[in-house]
RNA sequence: GCGGGAGUGGCGGAACGGUAGACGCGUAAGCUUCAGGAGCUUAUGUCCGCAAGGACGUGAGGGUUCAAAUCCCUCCUUCCGCACCA
């Protein structure tokens, strides 16, 4: 081959100016209509906190080449990209750095959107979304009136998470561990009132998952999360208070003669009505303290029951016995009812309660069908129902709805059925988000902002003190305005919507997110909806999802969209650790990629990010192995300037373009980027010693499967070999399942097991042919001495195992 | 505690029940270069052996199978989710 001096692969110079050009020729604008199918891929938009790092790389590189690769594969893509820019950090910045939320938060996201453009991610940024500017939270408030008039937005009392750092409150999906998702403090449990939507009514379809290709820890994570629960919801009357009784939710109807006691959560109403006034001062004290524990405090697993008598009694309407009221904070006020009956025989956390306080514990299913005197522990399982009245001999599992089918003809109760999911709390006391469209008035009460009054615009001069309440309850400009109604004087709602309501629906306000007379355009909307790929972090897989999945059916029945699910198929990301936590800018331990990109160039970064491992596993940050794939694009840099060389057409370097073709393929198709590029390293390697029309072809090959990984490298390569247009315009490369397949194998011959020889025969040899090979083979025969063949087992061009038997 | 992943060379990681360790990092030797850097070639699981070759080897132990990193059982470690949900 002749030798001829190549320049040298200099990635900033090549990148700079493709950059340039893509931008000239408005290479990344998607239009909305093409003779090729749409295709809507989604990737997660980040949080504009400042830099583009390497966990936003681990993200976002491989997302763009997967929808630059299906570009290749003849779809219309859409890839589109914004940022999810209200939120607490923004706010904070101003507190300690007095920045206006909003200039910092502009200043990150100039940044962040150069450092895209650096990546050489194909976004269409014609579609960018910002979610705090008014053209796009108007539609929140539009969304929330939407919902307010359905009554799946409604304002209500609850014992609500409380972050006393942030100093707001918290959805349950916000609390990670009884500790603020976005700071870590321990979380206390408030009773205020708040703006909730109604999630929980769509709670059995949100357990649907039909035709959804989502993974399956996702789905049993949201599954759990909703936490279905069939039982009955009974009531047992409180002694000496006619018309007031205490309702509680249970799975276990069966146990009911069991129901010694009865347990109020801290929190529940009836707490002060019905105790003893002799037990008045016991009970206050009590409740005041659960009140000020953290909910990590309040939960612990390990903690040893707590509780006090209230000195009130219920009547067991089964047994017809009086039996104690009793609070203890073992009981959760945001669940089922807030109350319990307790069946200490069945149940071990009754059971360790009635043990400590020395209530009686009253065995009424019984495994083996007798009755027993006492219990050394609480009996779970199923069993015969025995001091159980009429009930006495029925099995527990048809006790269950026996028990609650009695309850609902005595009208004392009924079969129910109760979720773990809670409705979405969205108040949150900062100022950096969308206002609430909401007003008080003295004489109409809570009046809905009307539509035509749309956006209420954030006020810009607020005072950032870090103390206590919402910012905008300061702000009189803000707070005083008149009654939509009755046109008196009136206050404006001075909470502000979780961030969470911003990204529930971003997606679709990508497709047009100019229009200012609807919240998406439907007509392009129809183009391209639902999302056909959606990519993202696992660490998303409830709240963000869910959230999303609930907005889409709300806004559905609202006659607003035409489909079930707003994504159809989910791909997550691991996570990329460093200094073994996630990598982020508020934990501080954040890694910048641009160096890397300085020197080395985006391409080297890009291959990178996707050859550490398989995308789904995430990784440890760790970037001494970038040098690897630098060399790798090096090699395919030379390769693709230099001369093929003469030499007649090579068989075996036709199979491995052509099975590399393949591998890469399907690796692709199933986001395996590892794989592929160590494909691609395997075909570079081989191309160097080829010459000749087999070496020409492999090398274009190469450099097209390299496009979705390698933008700025391939796309110069394919410049400089004179091709019209661009090589991220070109169809994805075929290959030929004839040449795929290898001419030549290795079958291995074992003896026992055991490799003893190894033979290179043709393809598709027949199994007595491959049996007949095997037995010629002198090491085959030398480990055959002194004993009989038994069988030979061949697995056509894999291996031939030769079983014997020790000769007899 | 419950549910779900994952344990493979010095490291990241490959392996439809069929050659364990692809690809890459690192390391070593050699070539090349004025030099720095880079590039190229070869070797590189462990042990025995001058070599040919052999034995062992995928967290531990057992099992199924002609054949197990892969399937089954028990256990250990680790990561993630949930965590008094009645």
Partial sequence: MKKRKIERYAPSAIEAMWRDEWARTRAHETPDVSDKPNFYFLTMFPYPSGDIHVGHWYAFAPADCAARYLRMRGHNVLFPMGFDAFGINAENAAIDRKIHPAAWTEKNMAHMRDQFHRMGAAIDWRREVVT?????????????????????????????????????????EQVIAGRCERCDTPVVKRLMTQWFFKITAYADELLRFDGLD????????????????????????????????IRFFTTRPDTIYGATFVVLAPEHPLVAKITAPARRADVERYVERARNMTEIERTAAEREKTGVDTGAFARNVFTGERVPVWVADYVLATYGTGAIMAVPAHDERDFAFAQKYGLEIREVISPDGKEHAALDAAYVGEGVMVRSGPFAGTRSEEGKGAVAEE???????????TYRL???????????????????????????????????VLPRDVEFTGRGGSPLAHVASFVNTTCPRCGK?????????????????????????KIDTAFMNKAVGRRWLPVAQYTGGI????????????????????????????????????????????????????????????????????LFMMFLGPWTEGADWDASGIEGVHR?????????????????????????????????????????????????????????????????????????????????????????????????????????????????????????????????????????????????????????????????????????????????
């Avoid at 309850?407 to 059925?417: D, E």
């Avoid at 969205?426 to 902002?449: E, F, L, M, N």
């Avoid at 991220?728 to 097991?753: C, I, K, M, R, S």
């Fill in 422 to 456: 809670r409705d979405w709390l969205i108040s949150r006391q900062r100022y950096w988000g969308t206002p609430i469209p909401i007003v008080y008035c003295d004489a109409c009460g809570q009046v809905p902002v009307p539509y035509d009054q749309l956006p209420i």
């Fill in 407 to 417: 309850a609902r003809r005595r009208g004392v109760g009924a079969p129910a059925v």
């Fill in 214 to 245: 989502w993974p399956e820890r996702v789905r049993v994570m949201q599954t759990n999360w909703i936490g279905r629960s069939e039982g009955a919801e009974l009531a047992f009357p409180i002694e000496g208070r006619p018309g007031e009784e």
């Fill in 132 to 172: 705090c500017y008014p053209e796009y939270y108007r539609w929140n408030q539009w969304m929330f009136l939407r919902l307010y008039e359905k009554g799946l937005a409604y304002r209500g009392e609850a014992p609500v998470n409380w972050c006393p750092r942030d100093e707001t409150v918290l959805a349950n």
């Fill in 632 to 808: 790798f694009l090096n090699r395919v840099w030379t390769l693709g300037l230099s001369e093929p060389g003469d030499g007649p057409r090579d068989r075996a370097i036709d199979h491995a373009v052509h099975h590399t073709v393949e591998k890469v393929t399907e690796d692709l198709a199933a986001y395996r980027f590892n794989t592929a590029i160590a494909a691609m390293m395997e075909l570079s390697n081989a191309l160097q010693h080829a010459s000749g029309p087999s070496r020409r072809e492999g090398v274009r090959a190469l450099t097209l499967l390299l496009a979705p990984f390698a933008p700025y490298l391939s796309e110069e390569l394919w410049h400089r070999w004179g091709q019209a247009g661009s090589i991220h315009a070109q169809a994805w490369p075929t290959f030929d399942p004839a040449l795929a397949a290898p001419e030549e194998v290795t079958l291995v011959v074992q003896v026992d097991g055991k490799v003893r020889d190894r033979l290179t025969v043709p393809a598709g040899l027949s199994k007595p042919a491959a049996s007949d090979a095997a037995l010629a083979s002198p090491r085959a025969k030398a480990a055959l001495d002194g004993r009989d063949v038994d069988r030979v087992v061949v697995v056509p061009d894999r291996l031939v195992n030769i079983v014997t038997r020790r000769r007899s």
């Fill in 539 to 606: 660490e998303h897989a409830i709240l963000h999802l869910l959230y999303m999945r609930f907005v889409c059916k709300a806004l559905r029945d609202l006659g607003e969209l035409w489909f079930d699910e707003p994504a159809l198929r989910l791909q997550n990301q691991g996570t990329i650790i460093f200094g073994g936590r996630k990598m982020s800018k508020s934990r501080g331990n954040v890694q910048t990629p641009d160096e890397y990109v300085a020197k080395y160039g985006a391409d080297t970064l890009r």
């Fill in 489 to 513: 004087p009136a206050k404006r709602d001075t909470d502000t919507m979780d961030t969470f309501v911003d990204s529930s629906w971003y997606m679709y306000r990508y497709l047009d997110p």
